[in-house]
């Protein structure tokens, strides 16, 4: 099973921007699809962003617009740029490794905090 780590969250004031990142144990190359879900408290998991093998890229549609994902094969490593930020985008924010076979993977979670 591959092994997810996850940097840059933070607290950071309505309107401003982080950058998370996610570096993950074996190639992102070959694989069906990576990305980003958040959870914030008393709500279910939600899709922010993922990336497929062939490089097409979906959102969720609260962020289209503000966040975008990249990713960096030679590091194995997927970022989410969250710009215009807002208070209802804190949230623990967990990266997402689907292989082609077999099941998907996660990270502990990097907690982001939009408060002023």
């Known amino acids: 099973q591959v092994q997810l780590e996850e940097s840059g969250g933070g607290l950071v004031q309505p309107g401003g921007s982080l950058r998370l990142s996610c570096t993950a144990s074996k190639s992102i190359r070959s694989i069906y699809a990576i990305g980003w879900y958040r959870q914030a408290p008393g709500k279910q998991r939600e899709l922010v962003g993922r990336?497929?093998?062939?490089?097409?890229?979906i959102y969720g549609d609260s962020v289209k617009g503000r966040f975008t994902i990249s990713r960096d094969n030679a590091k194995n490593m997927v970022n989410l740029q969250m710009n215009s930020l807002k208070p209802e985008d804190t949230a623990v924010y967990y990266c997402n490794y689907a292989p082609l076979v077999g099941a998907s993977s996660w990270g502990q979670g990097t907690q982001v905090t939009v408060s002023s």
């Open positions: 990336m497929y093998n062939g490089g097409s890229t």
